[in-house]
Nanobody, 131 residues
C-alpha cells in the first residue's frame, strides 16, 4: 500500500510559479513510476507528467512542455512538479499517482501517460491561476 499526499497548490497570477510536492508513505517508493494528472472543472482528468523509477527519464504533456518539470527524490519519498509561466488554463485540481512496476522491464513515458496504469492516487491539490 502507498499513500500519497499532495501539497503546494494555491492561487497565483498568470506568469507566476508554483511547486507541487507529493509525499509517499509505504515501502519501495523507487519501484513506482510516478505521475501527475489534473482535472479542470467540467473536464475529464488529463495527463500532465510522468517520471521513471530512478528519475532519469520523464515525459510531459505537450500543453505543459517547456513550462512544467517533474522530478523526484527517492531518498525523501517525494515527487515534485515545478510549474512556471502558469496560465489560467492550468487551473485544475492536480493529482499525484503511483504505478507499481509489476512485470514492466523498460520505462516508457507513453505507457505511463495513461491513467489506468496507476494503482494509487492522492486526494489532489487545487491550483488556481488568475488572469
Amino acid at each position: 500500500q502507498v499513500q500519497l499526499v499532495e501539497s503546494g497548490g494555491g492561487l497565483v497570477q498568470a506568469g507566476g510559479s508554483l511547486r507541487l510536492s507529493c509525499a509517499a508513505s509505504g515501502r519501495a517508493f523507487s519501484s513506482y513510476a510516478m505521475g501527475w494528472f489534473r482535472q479542470a472543472p467540467g473536464k475529464e482528468r488529463e495527463f500532465v507528467a510522468t517520471i521513471s523509477w530512478s528519475g532519469g527519464t520523464s515525459n510531459h504533456a505537450d500543453s505543459v512542455k517547456g513550462r512544467f518539470t517533474i522530478s523526484r527524490d527517492n531518498a525523501k519519498n517525494t515527487v515534485y512538479l515545478q510549474m512556471n509561466n502558469l496560465k489560467p488554463e492550468d487551473t485544475a485540481v492536480y493529482y499525484c499517482a503511483a504505478a507499481g512496476r509489476g512485470a514492466v522491464l523498460f520505462y516508457s513515458g507513453t505507457y505511463y501517460s495513461t491513467e489506468g496504469r496507476y494503482d494509487y492516487w492522492g486526494q489532489g491539490t487545487q491550483v488556481t491561476v488568475s488572469s
